[in-house]
């Protein structure tokens, strides 16, 4: 079994940074891909990024150029760095391990942590 717990959420304003990490422990997810998800209130948890297990990572097109993901296996930690950021990236965020299917889809991944509110003021 597998916890995540999301850190590093928190106010700023639009143009500002945030980087989010993402640790785990139980066992180690050097060899995992792992997803980070956004949600909104009374919308879909939305795609964000999801880092794979060589430090590649596939991005949605909201964030593409403003957020990098990365890795510290030695940390048991992902990270998301996320710069420029936009009043529309206020959101909850979430990471998950994937467990394979579509990447982009909520469903493909497992051990979601509680999340990490994100709020950018204009």
């Known amino acids: 079994q597998v916890q995540l717990v999301e850190s590093g959420g928190g106010l700023v304003q639009a143009g500002g940074s945030l980087r989010l990490s993402c640790t785990a422990s139980?066992?180690?997810?050097?060899?995992?891909?792992v997803g980070w998800f956004r949600q909104t209130p009374g919308k879909e948890r939305e795609f964000v990024t999801a880092?794979?297990?060589?430090?590649?990572?596939t991005y949605v097109d909201a964030v593409k150029g403003r957020f990098t993901g990365s890795r510290d296996n030695a940390k048991n930690t992902v990270y998301l760095y996320m710069n420029s950021l936009k009043p529309e990236d206020t959101a909850v965020y979430f990471c998950a391990v994937y467990r394979g299917g579509m990447v982009p889809d909520s469903k493909s991944y497992e051990y979601w942590g509680p999340g990490a509110q994100v709020t950018v003021s204009s």
């Open positions: 880092i794979y297990w060589n430090g590649g990572a």
């Open positions: 139980g066992r180690t997810i050097s060899s995992s891909a």
